[in-house]
């Protein structure tokens, strides 16, 4: 599923590429399980028309504002992606349309021609992805549900140990959890629970070498420390991701990412067994 970093990459390369730009023509696929509560034609004559103004995202979730509203919001489900024409965009791999494909994609959802001639798609494979036309889309759900952006408005340290004292779930659980904290998905959090695990000179949680958080680990049974490496390894995780454009082939050797896919017992990184496949 994409994930902040994947949103992110999307949402900097419109800003880069498409900020200021008038949509000269609009195609909506026939798809009212992604088109949600529009017409085509009601989507397409709204967009007709209209500057590009910004790219905006919170979590998983990213809209762009045009010159006036409504503004069309791309929730990304589990293989939604952004193409731009000429453009390399980070796609989510699940997700990705061959170059050799039709353009736009038989599986674009929204298409849109800008007035120099740039072009953009929306697609989603699985068709779990919802794009929307709203007046707001911060006021209403599901962006106006969202928890702080783990990005953009990450906790302090202070604000992150106390949120995590009366949690009485798992620890992956909780960084699922969008309403607590948004943009946090399966590999992220498992790369923050298993980066824990790697530095060996940190902090010591379980007494098995494998993982020092375990997946399952009621949060507030968590001490300090743990809380303190918890907020480490997610910045450094996100903020680390980004910088590359969420281009995985850039993720370090140590990230288990690489091994996510392999099987159990089979995922090693620095001489640790992914928490992915063993039971802690």
Known sequence: M?????????????????????????????????IDGVSRSDFESSLLGKTIVAAHRKGKNMWLQLDSPPFPSFQFGMAGAIYIKGVAVTKYKRSAVSDTDEWPSKYSKLFIELDDGMELSFTDKRR???????????????????????????????????????KKIGIKALLLDQSFMSGIGNWIADEVLYQIGIERNDFVFLPNSQARIHPMQIVSSLPKESCMALHKCIKEVIEKAVEVGADSSQFPSSWIFHSREKKPGKAFVDGLVSALHTDL
Do not use: Q, W, Y
């Open 2 to 34: 994409p994930e902040l970093p994947e949103v992110e990459a999307a949402r900097r390369a419109i800003e880069e590429h498409c900020i200021g730009r008038k949509i000269k023509r609009s195609l909506i696929a026939d798809d009212p399980k992604v």
């Open 128 to 166: 779990f992805a919802k794009v929307r036309l709203l007046k707001n889309p911060a006021s209403v759900p599901p962006i106006s549900e969202l928890g702080p952006d783990a990005l953009f408005e990450p906790m302090t340290i202070d604000e992150f140990i106390d949120s995590l004292r009366k």
